[in-house]
Nanobody, 117 residues
Framework: QVQLVESGGGLVQPGGSLRLSCAAS????????MNWYRQAPGKERELVAT???????NYADSVKGRFTISRDNAKNTVYLQMNSLKPEDTAVYYC???????????WGQGTQVTVSS
């Protein structure tokens, strides 16, 4: 059974930090590019960060220099370190796995991040 389980969301003040985790199971983690998406109320889901099977990373312009994506293949886990958080980062954050050859995709259930004073 495939599972992507996000954790680490919560309420944080502007300028603060959070670290999201996504634990994967039920598929060959090392064959999947891993992504973090987010969806704010009333907005479309957007791609925030990607880490490929080879470890290359890419970020949305809005989070460059503030967010860092990483993966631990031994733990089948992907992380999103979020620093200097802004109110506009408030959203539900989703973990996504995309098979590097077939593009077959799995989604997590999402974790809420709220940035507010």
């Amino acid at each position: 059974q495939v599972q992507l389980v996000e954790s680490g969301g919560g309420l944080v003040q502007p300028g603060g930090s959070l670290r999201l985790s996504c634990a994967a199971s039920g598929f060959t983690f090392t064959s999947y590019h891993m992504n973090w998406y987010r969806q704010a109320p009333g907005k479309e889901r957007e791609l925030v960060a990607t880490i490929t099977t080879g470890g290359s990373t890419n970020y949305a312009d809005s989070v460059k220099g503030r967010f860092t994506i990483s993966r631990d293949n031994a733990k089948n886990t992907v992380y999103l370190q979020m620093n200097s958080l802004k109110p506009e980062d408030t959203a539900v954050y989703y973990c996504n796995a995309r098979q590097r050859l077939t593009a077959y995709t799995y989604w997590g259930q999402g974790t809420q991040v709220t940035v507010s004073s």
